[in-house]
C-alpha cells in the first residue's frame, strides 16, 4: 500500500538521520501514527501496523543497498551544499549504477 510505503520511508528518514522515529505527536513520527490510525479498527491494531513499520523502517535502513544510497547521497550534499529535487534524483541514479555496477545481481533477469 503506497500509505504504509510512505509512512516506512518516513520512519527511516528519521532512522538515517540518527533521529528517533517515535517522539509522540511531531513530524514524520506523528505522519506514521496517522497513517496507522486510518487503516486500522482499533487501538492495539494502530499500535501493532506501527510497530511493523517502525521494524520495516530499521530493516531497510540497515541494508547495505540503502546504505549505498544514503551514503552517497550525503557525500553529494557535503560536496555540494544542497541538492534540489532534479540534482538529488541524478545523484540516486549514480549510485544506484555504481552499486549494481559493483554488486553483481543475485537474480537472473528474464527476457521478454
Known sequence: ?????DATVAASGCLNAGQDPVPAGVGDHYFVRKVSE???YSDAEAEALEAWILER???LVEHRH?????DHVAEA???DG??????FVNEVERAELRYRNQIPDSQPRRST
Open 38 to 40: 486510518s487503516l486500522t
Open 66 to 70: 540503502f546504505r549505498w544510497l544514503a
Open 1 to 5: 500500500m503506497v500509505a504504509i510505503d
Open 57 to 59: 523502517a530499521r530493516a
Open 77 to 79: 550534499l557535503e560536496r
Open 82 to 87: 544542497e541538492l534540489d529535487e532534479e540534482y
